[in-house]
């Protein structure tokens, strides 16, 4: 797979997929900036280049077509004032109007098309649409690694159209970092899965254990496996058709040697409020009515001794519902031992999505080994998928 690296931008447009599915506020600013930084050095790249920059990329989750919500025109001001430039904004992602506006663009130009997702073609992977979308650039690259396991029309299909394309350096430094986790992992490995169930999960866990040292399970999907050891969870999130999969689990782990660690205590509360009234339970006699909502001081303190001695690291899922402070302490002693490990010499992967919200929540983003943009993504490629935003570079 080729990378921005062995391609001269002079003159060229590149048409370049980013990830800029932002969130913004009700004033429509952004208010998280990461993945546009991510971006950053690819799009320097090719104006440095000599290059102009055309921007696709989509926004939100949209039900019935465009909404104005979901404009990308409300990043054009954020943009400008960071690339140092007017950032020249296309009404559509397709059409005349906007090929006319393509076509006059002159080195140093960055061009901002509409969402994407305000076409129905974009997720159909539709080839028409794909077409239309090549004839805006001389060069394709994907950089949004976060959608690469997505088989849209901007992530896979528009590929191929074009003679040059490649990946940027987000899309570079994520399969690099992956790699270290997956073929070239130092021990002792450890892998933390945390989130609400353990159905988001199954194939990564299962994956998982055939290559660490220890597993640690937090977050909701624990008291999965605590009710199918016969423990009393109350009120705790529980898939009850995933019973028996978590004794298989267990039991799988058991037979490759791996230490699989659930947490021994949790911060359980009456009800699931910032407001609620808490107290510390073990997992197995959570009193009825009572729901557990993070990980307890004696698990924070085992899962702390295995991380923070660990050589590889990969974390992805938060430990409880660390939006609320009453139940975000279990998450940030796991932040804290991530980045202990990365200070005694370990690599650590945080693995996208709530993870990487987590790390940077509590300042310990540039204390890791990196922080993955795709939590998705970053998972199917762990089990083994084909992703195909990465397959149609390779072509």
């Known amino acids: 797979m080729k990378t921005i690296d062995e391609i001269n931008f002079n003159n060229k447009k590149a048409l370049l997929r980013v990830d800029f599915n932002v969130p913004l506020n009700d004033r429509y600013e952004i208010t998280d900036f990461t993945r546009i930084d991510a971006a950053e050095p690819t799009i320097h790249k090719i104006l440095n280049d000599g290059g102009m920059v055309i921007l696709m990329s989509h926004l939100g989750r949209l039900k019935d077509g465009p909404e104005e919500k979901y404009s990308l025109k409300h990043l054009v001001p954020a943009l400008s004032e960071r690339f140092g430039r007017e950032v020249k904004f296309a009404a559509d992602c397709i059409g005349e109007e906007t090929e006319n506006l393509a076509a006059t663009l002159q080195p140093g130009d960055i061009l901002l098309l509409e969402n994407l997702r305000f076409h129905k073609e974009e997720k ?25 396991h997505r088989a849209h029309a901007s992530t896979s299909v528009i590929a191929q159209f074009f003679t040059e394309k ?15 986790v997956l073929s070239e992992a130092k021990r002792p490995f450890t892998a933390i899965m945390g989130g609400a169930k353990i159905s988001d999960k199954i194939l990564i866990i299962e994956k998982l254990i055939d290559r660490v040292d220890s597993l640690i399970i937090g977050g909701g999907m624990a008291y999965t496996f605590f009710k199918a050891l016969g423990g009393k969870v109350g009120s705790s999130l529980v898939e009850e058709d995933k019973l028996d999969l978590a004794k298989k689990l267990i039991q799988k782990a058991k037979n490759k040697g791996v230490s ?13 409020a910032p407001d609620a009234t808490t107290r510390i339970s073990d997992n197995i006699s959570i009193p009825d009515g009572w729901m557990g909502l993070d990980i307890g001081p004696d698990a924070q303190e085992v899962f702390r001794r295995i991380i923070s001695r660990s050589a590889t690291v990969l974390w992805n899922g938060p430990m409880g519902v660390f939006e609320m402070d009453a139940f975000a302490e279990g998450t940030r002693a796991v932040a804290k031992a991530v980045r202990d490990a990365t200070q005694f010499g370990g690599f650590t992967l945080i693995g996208g999505g709530d993870s990487a919200a987590a790390i940077n929540k509590f300042g310990y983003g540039n204390k890791v080994s990196y922080v993955s943009t795709g939590g998705g993504a970053l998972l199917e490629y762990m089990e083994g998928k084909v992703l195909p935003g990465v397959a149609a570079l390779e072509n």
């Open 124 to 148: 159909a992977g539709d080839k028409d649409f794909a077409a239309k979308l090549a004839k805006l650039g001389d060069t394709y690259v994907n950089d949004a690694f976060g959608i690469a």
């Open 166 to 180: 490649a990946c940027g350096y987000v899309m570079k430094a994520e399969l690099e970092n992956a790699k270290k």
């Open 260 to 272: 699989l660690e659930l947490p021994i205590d949790s911060v359980i509360a009456d009800k699931f």
